[in-house]
């Protein structure tokens, strides 16, 4: 059974940083691209980062390039977001999802992640 457990979520004053984990079990981790959603009050759910196997490609959407990094250390099944320079638009729930990759370079499309945690609170306040 797949589990992946997000953490390091909380509450942040703006300019502050975090860092999101996730660990996963029951799947061979280092065979699958992982990313990084997010959920905010109102909106909805957007993929904010993700990471190919190995680490070859790594991809951001605009807001966060520059402030946010995503990094996986496969020897602990675990993937980061590091998040930088936080604002409140930054509020939301943060969701790690993996999607099995056939090769190191390949980033999923969003509708091929299937394997979702259960998500981590980031609140952001000014």
């Known amino acids: 059974q797949v589990q992946m457990v997000e953490s390091g979520g909380g509450l942040v004053q703006a300019g502050g940083s975090v860092r999101l984990s996730c660990t996963a079990s029951?799947?061979?981790?280092?065979?699958?691209?992982m990313a990084w959603f997010r959920q905010g009050p109102g909106k909805e759910r957007e993929r904010v980062s993700a990471?190919?196997?190995?680490?070859?490609?790594?991809w951001y959407t605009e807001s966060v390039k520059g402030r946010f990094i995503i990094f996986r250390d496969d020897a602990k099944n675990t993937l980061y977001l590091q998040m930088n320079n936080l604002t409140p638009e930054d509020t939301a729930t943060y969701y790690c999802?993996?999607?099995?990759?056939?090769?190191?370079?390949?980033?999923?499309?969003?509708?091929?992640?299937?394997?979702w945690g259960q998500g981590t609170q980031v609140t952001v306040s000014s």
């Open positions: 999802a993996a999607a099995i990759a056939w090769n190191t370079e390949y980033l999923p499309p969003q509708t091929d992640y299937r394997m």
């Open positions: 029951g799947l061979t981790f280092e065979h699958n691209a």
């Open positions: 990471i190919s196997r190995n680490a070859a490609r790594t």
